[in-house]
């Protein structure tokens, strides 16, 4: 099975901040990555797929970049419904598999 | 409104078994790709099996041959069986259109399984 890593695990951040979190594949995956936000005891919601395409209705501070092994998501200004956990996800291959999650929370 | 509703978690003993129902309105199941994915209480997300609008199933390795996708096309649901449960089933289990084959879109609330005795 790929194995997904983020960085960092959680990180600090103000309203405005602009915030990159990376993601690795274990092995080349072309684009096939999204990128999803959860809330707490919400279920997650589709930001970004095939790498760096926005998804319907996603505020434009949102975008992904990246291909083969190496992805990031940056919020370009941080707003305060940005707060939550990201998580990658690959679907090159069977299984499917997530990233174990980055938490962006308020310094 | 495209919405999915997840129902059928509940409390099971180790070893039993418990079927989840995922009802879709806006569109239809059956010609999409569709995905269950579950979160431990407090873990990330791991996705389970998905069916093809064409009839195709894949599992994790973990719920294989314990687990079964399926839909019934006439009530525009899709459902998961889960046999021979473990305590490591745990887990709210969240129901999503794999749409186009690309992207997790449209996700159900979840319904929360416990396997305890």
């Known amino acids: 099975a790929i194995q997904m890593t983020q960085s960092p695990s959680s990180l600090s951040a103000s309203v405005g901040d602009r915030v990159t979190i990376t993601c690795r594949a274990s092995q080349g995956i072309r684009n096939d990555l999204g990128w999803y936000q959860q809330k707490p005891g919400k279920a997650p919601k589709l930001l970004i797929y095939?790498?760096?395409i926005l998804q319907s209705g996603v505020p434009s501070r949102f975008s992904g970049s990246g291909s083969g092994t190496d992805f990031t998501l940056t919020i370009s200004s941080l707003q305060p419904e940005d707060f939550a956990t990201y998580y990658c996800l690959q679907d090159f291959n069977y299984p499917i598999t997530f990233g174990p999650g980055t938490k962006v929370d308020i310094e | 409104e495209v919405q999915l509703v997840d129902s059928g978690g509940g409390l099971v003993q180790p070893g039993g078994s418990l079927r989840l129902s995922c009802a879709a309105s806006?569109?239809?199941?059956?010609?999409?790709?569709m995905s269950w994915v579950r979160q431990a209480p407090g873990k990330g997300l791991e996705w389970v099996s998905v069916i093809y609008s064409g009839g195709s199933t894949y599992y994790a390795d973990s719920v294989k041959g314990r687990f079964t996708i399926s839909r019934d096309n006439s009530k525009n649901t899709l459902y998961l069986q889960m046999n021979s449960l473990r305590a490591d089933d745990t887990a709210v289990y969240y129901c999503a259109r794999y749409w186009g084959g690309d992207a997790l879109d449209i996700w159900g609330q979840g319904t929360m399984v416990t396997v305890s005795s």
């Open positions: 095939a790498a760096s």
């Open positions: 806006g569109f239809t199941v059956s010609s999409n790709y």
